[in-house]
């Protein structure tokens, strides 16, 4: 069945695929040693405009999240996220796992706001009782967030330079970060996000790779022993060249921007398919995931033509969407999505 | 260079590569809901003779015996493994990090001992103050071992009757499995250790894929939820196809134990080149990893034209160090092996 | 100075003192395995109508909160709390460090309300994604409650029944709760706790003990294994006595009550003094905490007299401060709270 | 019936006692501000001749260890103890619960030896896969050790050399210090510990105390927000002059020393009862616990009539059991020991 049901439904991209076929029959020595994982570095380095950034690969985003976001912390300490933060709702759990508290902040369109994190740390230590309280450690955000909104340059610079007022890290979770680059409406580059944040990962999974996501810590930032860290949360893989070989093809030739580019091309098709079809969009989405609200007997109807992700019944009758794009997405694709659509709405 | 380091040191064995091509633009629901996972699971259940099986896919080794681990025990539980046992000596404390002690025994050739366990197991409970202890809440065995070796049927089933009796669970770590079961001197069966042990997993990254474990639970005896657990533990891939098409492709046509066969047969022609060097054996191994002793001066001039892995430094001028074979080790590697001993051992 | 900074500023309850000094010399076997924490025992089951109690004895109310809580929890489970509950705001992130999340709902009043919960379990349960998100394991509430309100018999009825249709634990931390108990107000008894909740405790440290807090789990619910589990977080005493011998007199000819019911006695006092003297209210509670709103100066200008909690800066020029009375408040002490008030707001 | 199961088997020593009750009503700050842990640190500091000593009050043994060893470890890091360490054996996993994994090296008479922990640690940095493994962090070790053994001077000064050399820190387990100190033998004295040691705590609860134990960081060695740390670990009393009083007691007038002397005093008649009963020494103790072999038949004869610790089955029809003095052991006692001693030994 033709899928819009999110941006990890295929599998790799062809010419990441290609490199690891070509790559398969070289000895290479492990976890992450290897002169794959070294040549993408130097890619990610040269991308990100910071030669004596730390980059290291890991295979999933929550494993991410909670990797690097435990190395950060002291035990004391917790994570600032919005509500609506991946790591606050729908990871399972995996930060308090490792014995950290994510302290919530309202959403404004999926995002942190620099004012309420101000307002936040200014109470926090404005309170007599504060060391009876978890110590806000650092921030974390998503860009794109988790309703495919982005930060501008503008909001970035002011989440770091309350961060940096208060000597705590800026996390940047890039899980579709690729789909971010490539809006035309941002202001954001991949340099910018290397110098206002202190940790932040490339994602892979959702941006072309089999799996993998690319840890990066600017100006030498990666805390000490981080590998045995990284062992000791079972994400060290023994193959770390699978990862080293992706990220190497991703950030060949431009590979990582195409990636986001054909998405993109598809995301505003698939918004213009939407628009005609008359729907009502749900939230504003620069980026590739699009959320509409349809009646019930409407999105039954579609289910039947195309897989979407069911993202919340609003309990009045009808219930939001999601429909998503990737480099896979194909005109075919919009196409029927556009009949079917116009067919449940009927 | 040539390379001997170990079984991970090569990407996948070429069948595995093209299903994940042949099934590349395949779109699949996420996390280990495809129907390749199913597929794969299927296969499974049938090697093991036990339909009633559950099967999950992981990505890595260390995870898969954190996850697992941490999954079957109590809060008040450890874990007893020998003191050889990979949880114990090299996965970093991730046992640890998940809250629970490794009991260790003394290790007989790599080994556990029933004798041993049942030695301890009634020693706790004749201790008046066991409740001050860490309860012994399960078994942990390698197989093959870490040092290469084997348990046999009725080794397996001597420990099993241990756990019976104390209703603890035995698992079975099998990340080089595979060999374990291609060796020509093992009498025992996939279908033996399903039906003796309560869980266990088929290891995929050291066995011909890029990565990925198969753990499987006997008796439809999966912990609840663990799905959610796995997530919490960053260890579900968004991308479960990857797993499950790998799987799918392992226990087609017999590629597993092909895969074991081809290194079992590579080992043979192994043994007989070091054995024809004049090679001391540290340790018997009837798998796919050998451990010989060399000088120094020997391990040195060897390290010039063939990688290896440096086992331990014995301290009056030898070392033991480890060679493995793989279904990628060719009859050219082992050619430049016997003339690198040759010239080394001069 | 006077003190009305909180119930716990001053040492024991002159008979606890009592019975720790006519038991002193009296050798014991550890860890509340003595005769006193069994007669302890014996009192409060007979207290709570429930002779099937199972009672343990702790220190400290954020200890028994993390061991009572840890130990209910599955892994992949969280509590449910009021954003305003101890263990949501101000325990340090003690949950969070046993693994576990804590899933907060607003409160009302202080106090969870059963509709709130239900509609979390509901909406959860609904979710199509669930088994990606924390389970909700159990439900949290204080009685009093922070804000020193208190839950009516209907009240803790719904939310018992709301815990009993989705077979989860109802914990009730009881840290003040023979103020709840004394209040005139109320129409919960300790029975009625006993017989609707799953686990609960009854507090020593700010009821007239040193130290203590007394687990009950009604109908034989103690979790297996538990003391090995207290053990574990450190919360077990060497000289369980300690817990016993304060806890026996505490149940012993009323004094649980009569300190409840003294503190309760001053509270109407306080409250009094406080409306003559033209206090506003903050929050309206029946219990022994009263929260009033004072201009920063007045607040100051009392300060230099009196010993209080201040609870929040408003932001406005006001300050919300927090008067406490206990077992040991004196008339005298309300005098010259009713002086020194005068004085600062004149 | 008569005592010498341990030394925390009565309360509190008398003074101890009439201190708590002397300052019983005088109203004091909450959570170890009040001005009774002042004069119990200023005291402490003398006493260590270390005017720069930071000092945190707890409440017991297991808690404590648990509580800075877990302050004082990163979290790729474990502590290294003798097998017959407390933290190893007797905690139920209360390090490991943290997080963190109990290196064990083989004990000589209790002890850790310093050559033991120096190739321990020589060859953890040889091993070419340390990355890989739980890194070295820190050094335990009880004084007296677990059984009733001390260091000497010399063999302090070693472990503290190697612990320097590696820049990890030393902490001693002071459960029993006041009879490490009293002990005839010892060349070791408080201010030595505070010199040579990163972390250590002065045992309350077994030497004269209700409860507590007083944590000493010297040259101002606290960790970082200590105060939040140990509330996370269940481990802040609201009420911390409890232990500030009760260590204001035992610092005040030489009691600690006292306590210590007196139990030295009866322990020198102890062994004078069992050696002149022909009693069979297990190990050779200078300090306040005293371990013999009896026949099993004679061990339970004694139990009759006196209360003593079972330390280990042989399994050859011989018991070995402990017997321990403490400050309120009475010459009654050692009489009525005698007697039962030769009644069950005829």
């Excluded at 033709?2 to 941006?7: G, H």
């Excluded at 004012?115 to 936040?120: F, H, K, L, N």
């Excluded at 340059?153 to 800026?170: G, K, N, Q, T």
């Excluded at 580019?261 to 749900?282: I, P, S, W, Y």
């Amino acid at each position: 069945m033709i899928s819009f049901e999110n941006d990890y439904s295929t599998g790799a991209h062809p010419r990441v695929l290609e490199a690891l076929a070509a790559t398969n029959l070289e000895p290479a020595p492990g976890y992450g040693s290897d002169r794959f994982c070294e040549s993408a570095t130097a890619r990610i380095r040269a991308a990100c405009d910071d030669e004596t950034a730390d980059v290291f690969f890991l295979t999933g985003g929550t494993q991410t999240n909670a990797v690097v976001i435990s190395a950060l912390l002291a035990g004391y300490e917790g994570v600032i996220a919005a509500d609506s933060g991946h790591i606050a709702a729908h990871e399972a759990g995996a930060i308090e796992a490792t014995g950290h508290k994510v302290i919530t902040l309202p959403e404004h369109d999926g995002k942190l706001n620099a004012t309420d994190v101000e307002a936040y740390l200014d109470a926090f230590y404005a309170d007599a009782s504060f060391t009876h309280m978890v110590f806000p450690g650092m921030v974390f955000i998503a860009h794109p967030s988790e309703l495919g909104t982005l930060y501008s340059l503008a909001e970035l610079e002011a989440l770091a330079a309350v961060c940096r007022r208060y000597e705590i890290p800026l996390y940047l979770d890039g899980a579709r970060l690729a789909y971010g680059l490539a809006a035309p409406e941002t202001d954001v580059t991949l340099p910018d996000i290397a110098r206002l944040v202190d940790a932040f990962y490339i994602g892979g999974t959702k941006c072309g790779a089999l799996c993998g996501e690319a840890v990066v810590f600017p100006r030498g930032g990666m805390p000490r022993h981080f590998l045995t860290h990284v062992k000791q949360h079972g994400a060290l893989l023994a193959k770390g060249r699978l990862l080293g070989v992706q990220f190497d093809a991703l950030f060949t030739d431009g590979l990582y921007a195409e990636v986001g580019q054909t998405a993109m091309n598809a995301a505003a098709k698939l918004r213009r398919v939407l628009r005609d079809a008359g729907c009502e969009f749900f939230r504003e989405s620069p980026t590739n995931q699009q959320f509409i609200v349809l009646e019930n007997a409407q999105a039954e109807a579609l289910a039947e033509r195309i897989r979407f992700s069911t993202w919340e019944k609003l309990g009045d009758g009808r219930t939001v969407i999601r429909l998503a794009t990737s480099w896979s997405t194909t005109p075919d694709d919009l196409a029927a999505l556009e009949e079917a659509l116009r067919a449940a709405m009927r």
